[in-house]
């Protein structure tokens, strides 16, 4: 009787473990300046000075989707089960360069094909945990010229210390590393084209 007491005890613990719902997805977006600046899109963006410029989509690497990714090495990465993105890196990128493109002196953004083109690829947007916890974005970057060619081909990124082990704060340094690169970004475009 004894035996059949602990068996049954044992097979409740063991169906607790594998039919246990797993913790549902929390959501997360970068706490970015740049992505919380409201700038006034222009009514016609062929009027204004400065030199047009043509954001071209931004890109990413295949593996920077919804699921926020956490790194250890250069070589080993992984994505967090519950841990999401409310939006791809990509379109935080995109947002926060057509912001600080907007706000840069000297530039005007352009859908005209004739512009110069800025194109962007999201090469990093981890939560790097060793040797030191810290948020990683990093953009390579291409300016072309439709009659001048390749004005540029640079990689731009930052690192931003997490202070603590908590999600939200991981959030909050993703969102300060993707406001300097992006300065970064558009202040290199804008010293490239002279201005």
Request: include cysteine; aromatic fraction near 6%; hydrophobic fraction near 45%.
């Amino acid at each position: 009787m004894r035996g059949a007491a602990r068996l049954l005890a044992g097979l409740a613990v063991l169906a607790g473990c594998l039919f246990r719902q797993p913790d549902p997805p929390r959501f997360f977006r970068p706490g970015s300046a740049t992505l919380d600046a409201v700038v006034p899109d222009a009514a016609d963006p062929s009027l204004g000075d400065g030199i047009p410029i043509r954001l071209r989509g931004v890109r990413s690497e295949p593996f920077l989707g919804e699921r926020i990714v956490w790194r250890v090495s250069e070589l080993e990465y992984g994505f967090y089960e519950q841990r999401r993105w409310i939006d791809l890196p990509a379109h935080y990128v995109e947002r926060a360069l057509r912001t600080r493109l907007r706000e840069t002196p000297g530039l005007r953004l352009t859908d005209d094909p004739r512009a110069v083109a800025l194109h962007v690829d999201v090469r990093a947007f981890d939560d790097v945990l060793e040797p030191t916890h810290e948020a990683y974005v990093a953009l390579a970057v291409a300016l072309d010229d439709p009659t001048r060619g390749r004005l540029l081909t640079q990689s731009f990124s930052a690192r931003v210390g997490i202070g603590h082990d908590d999600p939200a704060s991981m959030a909050q340094s993703i969102g300060r590393a993707l406001d300097d690169t992006v300065a970064q970004v558009a202040d290199a475009v804008s010293v490239r084209l002279g201005r």
